[in-house]
Structures are given as structure tokens and as C-alpha cells.
T-cell receptor, first 117, second 112 residues
Framework: GAVVSQHPSWVICKSGTSVKIECRSL??????MFWYRQFPKQSLMLMAT?????????EQGVEKDKFLINHASLTLSTLTVTSAHPEDSSFYIC?????????????FGEGSRLTVL | SQQGEEDPQALSIQEGENATMNCSYK?????LQWYRQNSGRGLVHLIL?????REKHSGRLRVTLDTSKKSSSLLITASRAADTASYFC????????????FGAGTRLFVKA
């Protein structure tokens, strides 16, 4: 099956620093990737849709200047949490659909746990 | 934003018993999917049911969809300890692009 790799798995940073999380589709091309955020014992909240070669589409309430998304190729999307603060601590998960599949199964990365001190 | 509710929020059963989880949603959908998440891990897709389908089977999984009631159920038969995980329903609808929105999830614990 399609594999999505997410890196790093966990990161601890100081308040005010920026953190970049990478999401790669290893054996398929993904024109669209999705970034979710999950708090402990809660559901996944869609943050933004990452579109290859164009600007990301952010969900209501998500600060685009805070969470920078770049989707520079058909296999890589990055999420940068800028000037991170403790309230940004969370589990961030990326997902992707195979190219040409507009509404089907999502393939998920293993998630990145961010802790901001 | 979350699409809807799932119940129960948590379910504890004995190995061998069946587990039923329900999901309700609010808007018209293209399809509904169920995912499984082990603690602290990514999600794994289990099954997809289209809006014009009413029931679907995959191994020990049975999913139903009632679009008139905007609800779905996931049945896991003959549960195993390894089925212990969180289960999420997710609806796919077009809102300027096909987005997948997740329900609140059901935490299933299967006792050996």
C-alpha cells in the first residue's frame, strides 16, 4: 500500500523558535496533502490542505502566518510552526491521497509530537 | 472542524464479543470512511462506503450507512485484544475541494 513518511517523530523546542515537519509520499505522487492536529484523547482537526505548486488552503481559525505550509513537489509537503509557543504543543499528522483519487482513502504519516517549552 | 459525533466515546468488551460503534454527521457527503488509530500513531484506513451504498463488508468489519439519518455504524465481529485502538469515522464532502473531516472517535478496549 501507499506509504507516507513523516519526520521528525517528535521534537522538543524552546518557545519562540520555529520547527519544520516534513511529510513525504514514498511510493506515490500526491497533488494534495492534508495537515491535521490532534490533542490528547481527541479527534483530528483539519488545519489546512496543501496543494502542489500553489498556496495552501487553511481552515477557519488556523493562522496561515503561524503554520506555514509548502508543497514544492508531488511527494513532499512541509509544515513550519513559526515562533512556537507552549500552546502549539500537539500531535501533528499529515496525510495524502494518491494522485487522481480526489475523494478516497487517506494515507497517514506516523505523526509528529511537538513539545514547546 | 469536526463533522459529527460518535458513540460510545469508549467501549470495553471481552475478546470474542462484537463491538458496535456509531457515527452521526451533519452535511451531505460523497463517502464515509472508518479509520483506526493505535495510541500515539498515525491512522490506518479500514473501509470506505459511498453515499449510494447501504452496507459494506471487509473481513470482520461490517459498515452500514443511512444517509436519510446521516448516520453510520461500524461492527467488528469476534473481537481480539489486538483490535484495541481508537476508531474514527470520517466524512468526505466537497467544500471547495474534497475534505476529510473526522468524528470524535470511539476508544475500544478488548480484554483478553
Amino acid at each position: 500500500g501507499a506509504v507516507v513518511s513523516q519526520h521528525p517523530s517528535w521534537v522538543i523546542c524552546k518557545s519562540g523558535t520555529s520547527v519544520k515537519i516534513e511529510c513525504r509520499s514514498l511510493d506515490f505522487q500526491a497533488t494534495t496533502m492534508f495537515w491535521y492536529r490532534q490533542f490528547p484523547k481527541q479527534s483530528l482537526m483539519l488545519m489546512a490542505t496543501s496543494n502542489e505548486g500553489s498556496k495552501a488552503t487553511y481552515e477557519q481559525g488556523v493562522e496561515k502566518d503561524k503554520f506555514l505550509i509548502n508543497h514544492a513537489s508531488l511527494t513532499l509537503s512541509t509544515l513550519t510552526v513559526t515562533s512556537a509557543h507552549p500552546e502549539d504543543s500537539s500531535f501533528y499528522i499529515c496525510s495524502a491521497r494518491e494522485r487522481g483519487d480526489i475523494a478516497g482513502e487517506l494515507f497517514f504519516g506516523e505523526g509528529s509530537r511537538l513539545t514547546v517549552l | 472542524s469536526q463533522q459529527g459525533e460518535e458513540d460510545p466515546q469508549a467501549l470495553s468488551i471481552q475478546e470474542g464479543e462484537n463491538a458496535t460503534m456509531n457515527c452521526s454527521y451533519k452535511t451531505s457527503i460523497n463517502n464515509l470512511q472508518w479509520y483506526r488509530q493505535n495510541s500515539g500513531r498515525g491512522l490506518v484506513h479500514l473501509i470506505l462506503i459511498r453515499s449510494n451504498e447501504r452496507e459494506k463488508h471487509s473481513g470482520r468489519l461490517r459498515v452500514t450507512l443511512d444517509t436519510s439519518k446521516k448516520s453510520s455504524s461500524l461492527l467488528i465481529t469476534a473481537s481480539r485484544a489486538a483490535d484495541t485502538a481508537s476508531y474514527f469515522c470520517a466524512t468526505v464532502a466537497y467544500t471547495g475541494g474534497f475534505k476529510t473531516i473526522f468524528g470524535a472517535g470511539t476508544r475500544l478496549f478488548v480484554k483478553a
